[in-house]
């Protein structure tokens, strides 16, 4: 029988929108830090007192004014599809659950107003449906919400286009304060740096606007190369033409492309592979970059089997790593910018250095209007120790690291840190939203 302040919350809220059982709470104070072994070992025991599960703004209100008077850590939740414990509570208190607020309020020229919770996945069915699409979105996307990305994630599919979180495909959100009073504040402009990618450590996203694009019919294609270095060639070559329009570009080296267990069949043993995304019509000038970088168009999958079958992305940006995990445990993964202009020869160095204890995935961004290789590589795990100095040779040879193996915001080098604190003080005076997550 719930006593003291979880009775109260119960009879405040209601049975249905508040879990006290062990069950419900493991399950929701999870998500995919286990990517991370450091992580893992770190957060696999951690879970909330209380689950909230509101079904409007009006009773997030509640809650959070409810948490403030007791004084209890708030974590906030989309779908749990992100991998640095962004929504393990680290001290237990409430995790508030926020899948619940999943409407679409507004579909408009080229942008969408949604509640957070509302499914990326869901959300693109709906606008092809009217003739538009998301600019960018996480290869989690069927499952991951709007919020829990704009919140938690960075780029993903897309962004070779349109770029990341912060280079405009955010223009507005909603956010509630943590105070005796919660307040809704409306924020756009140059303020928005502040609160994406922000882990609901300094305000609680409840609506969002965000632009979309024109629909476009995608292609989907595999290039196949002997040399990992004649496939990133290539990729450069396509992500900076930009007669091409995409939505992906990702090359891999062998064995990676073994991993991908359902499309194996239409790979070839031993050859690194570059998965692309580009609109019907491509096909020409795609085999044009291929031959003179000494690479073959392999498998294709037709604009008409688009979202028909698994696609290509779901081989992309972290899935990449799901897919190897699945294959073999022991892996783990790093983020990492690389030079767009030194980037052969760091991918020199690295190999030379290490050779099959780190393989190479990268996916091709623009970062504030510079085509980058971004890199997602994956590392043989044997000890922190190792994982370090693995991350130190990197750093020592200009790539910059984006270290995935901490919850801590600055520590793992995303996002605007400075001006969230000040955010954090204004909006969360007593320090109860996602406690550990930023440091002062």
């Given at each position: 029988?719930?006593?003291?302040?979880?009775k109260e919350m119960l009879?405040?809220?209601?049975?249905?929108?508040?879990?006290?059982?062990?069950?419900?709470?493991?399950?929701?104070?999870?998500?995919?830090?286990?990517?991370?072994?450091?992580?893992?070992?770190?957060?696999?025991?951690?879970?909330?007192?209380?689950?909230?599960?509101?079904?409007?703004?009006?009773?997030v209100a509640t809650a959070l004014a409810f948490a403030y008077k007791h004084k209890l850590p708030v974590t906030v939740r989309g779908a749990g599809t992100g991998n640095y414990g962004q929504a393990v509570p680290?001290?237990?208190?409430?995790?508030?659950?926020?899948?619940?607020?999943?409407?679409?309020?507004?579909?408009?020229d080229e942008y969408v107003r949604v509640q957070c919770g509302v499914r990326l996945g869901a959300l693109e069915k709906h606008l092809r449906e009217l003739g538009q699409e998301l600019r960018i979105y996480p290869s989690t996307f069927m499952k991951a919400t709007v919020g829990g990305?704009?919140?938690?994630?960075?780029?993903?599919?897309?962004?070779?286009?349109?770029g990341n979180l912060w280079d405009g495909n955010v223009l507005e959100i909603a956010v509630m304060t943590m105070e005796e009073t919660p307040r809704r504040m409306v924020i756009s402009g140059p303020d928005l740096l502040n609160?994406?990618?922000?882990?609901?450590?300094?305000?609680?996203?409840?609506?969002?606007?965000i632009p979309v694009s024109v629909r476009h019919d995608w292609m989907q294609s595999v290039v196949q190369f002997d040399r990992f270095e004649d496939a990133m060639l290539f990729a450069e070559s396509v992500s900076k033409d930009d007669a091409i329009r995409k939505r992906l570009v990702?090359?891999?080296?062998w064995p990676i492309p073994s991993y991908f267990l359902p499309i194996l069949k239409h790979l070839e043993d031993g050859a690194a592979a570059v998965l692309l995304e580009t609109v019907d019509g491509t096909l020409e000038p795609l085999q044009a970059w291929a031959e003179k970088h000494n690479g073959?168009?392999?498998?294709?999958?037709?604009?008409?089997?688009?979202?028909?079958?698994?696609?290509?992305?779901?081989?992309?940006?972290?899935?990449?790593?799901?897919?190897?995990?699945?294959?073999?445990p022991t892996i783990t993964y790093l983020q990492a910018g690389f030079s767009p202009v030194l980037f052969m020869d760091q991918i020199k160095l690295i190999k030379d250095q290490f050779g099959d204890e780190v393989l190479l995935h990268f996916e091709w961004a623009r970062n504030g209007g510079v085509v980058t290789p971004n890199a997602l590589p994956i590392v043989r795990f044997t000890t922190e120790e190792?994982?370090?100095?693995?991350?130190?040779?990197?750093?020592?040879?200009?790539?910059?690291?984006?270290?995935?193996?901490?919850?801590?915001?600055?520590?793992?080098?995303?996002?605007?840190?400075?001006?969230?604190?000040?955010?954090?003080?204004?909006?969360?005076?007593l320090g109860l939203l996602n406690p550990g997550k930023m440091n002062p």
């Open positions: 029988m719930a006593i003291g302040w979880e009879d405040l809220l209601g049975e249905n929108k508040v879990l006290l059982d062990r069950e419900s709470r493991d399950k929701l104070s999870k998500d995919y830090f286990w990517y991370s072994p450091v992580l893992d070992r770190q957060l696999k025991e951690k879970v909330a007192d209380g689950i909230v599960v509101p079904q409007s703004e009006e009773e680290l001290f237990g208190g409430i995790v508030l659950d926020l899948s619940k607020l999943d409407r679409i309020v507004e579909v408009g990305f704009v919140c938690g994630g960075s780029g993903g599919i897309g962004s070779i286009t349109w609160y994406i990618h922000n882990y609901g450590t300094n305000g609680i996203v409840t609506e969002l606007k990702c090359p891999v080296e073959r168009v392999g498998h294709i999958i037709s604009s008409a089997q688009y979202r028909k079958t698994i696609g290509l992305s779901d081989f992309s940006w972290n899935h990449t790593t799901l897919w190897g995990l699945k294959t073999d190792r994982l370090y100095e693995i991350i130190n040779f990197f750093e020592d040879n200009g790539v910059k690291i984006f270290d995935p193996h901490t919850w801590v915001l600055n520590d793992g080098g995303r996002g605007e840190v400075g001006g969230m604190s000040k955010r954090k003080r204004e909006n969360d005076p």
